[in-house]
């Protein structure tokens, strides 16, 4: 593994969100609006996404960098009434590496700034990228499964 | 902007695909069979991921990161016949931060080693996150658009 291979990230923007700190679980994201502020002298590179329903969000969960927290075995959902499932099966915000996502509906572009529905990004995350959302290839064409605890009362966009 | 915050990443392991470079425009990855092997020391971290039929793969486009190449319009899917998109409404290797992702079908998990099918990535890349693909959360439940040009002989998983 080459291990002298640099893989640096830089913020292309910031989320503006009314949501200050993560809440507790179960906090329905679905009808939060926030705003993606991307830097000024990239705000071409947004230009056709609005023909776009919706975007894929990807950001620096910088609240959850600290290596102490980061275990192999977690509860899913942080229900602990469930048995532990490996970091990988989960969507804890505790990884490897601190990177996070969601598909989010884009509801309107304005210069520099974009208007979306559904993301569960706390105010001032810092954004890696936007891509568009893509059916079929971001979403399976023949559908998917999962177990029953990660799609239970689920957060849908 | 805090410039100061430090984003590095790390491999948390490689893909070994039989596709060893980026072929033209056009290919088709979907019946691309490759492993996806974990460092042994995350090994646990796979536990419950073949509970899910597909998975989501975060990597490093180790062969897109010369800045030089990166432009803020670019060709749709290299159709220059297209007018330009902004890279953020495009899936350009090229991009700020050079984190590609796929949906993929999860074939089967043998310890360290995921086999997939599906994945656009080239052998030898680097692999950042597995997160498992949750239905309705990672896609959008009322369904998406997009153009044309977009979903056009997509690459469907």
């Given amino acids: 593994m080459d291990n002298e291979l640099k893989m640096e990230l830089k ?17 329905n994201w679905r009808e939060i609006v926030a705003e993606i502020v991307i830097r000024p002298e990239l705000a071409e590179g947004l230009d056709g996404l609005a023909d776009f329903s919706h975007i894929m969000v990807y950001w620096w969960m910088h609240q959850a960098t600290d290596p102490a927290k980061m275990a192999l075995k977690v509860y899913p959902r942080g229900r602990k009434e469930l048995p532990p499932v490996g970091v990988f099966a989960s969507r804890s915000p505790y ?6 996502r969601a598909t989010v509906r884009l ?8 208007l979306v529905q559904g993301l569960d990004a706390i105010d001032g995350t810092p954004v890696l990228d936007i891509k568009p959302f893509i059916p079929g290839y971001d979403s399976p064409a023949e559908g998917a499964s999962a177990p029953e605890w990660a799609t239970r009362h689920q957060r849908q966009v």
């Fill in 107 to 114: 509801l309107e572009r304005r210069d520099n700034i974009l």
């Fill in 11 to 27: 913020p292309i923007g910031l989320v503006n969100s009314p949501i200050r700190e993560k809440p507790a679980n179960g906090f």
């Fill in 95 to 100: 990884r490897p590496n601190s990177i996070g």
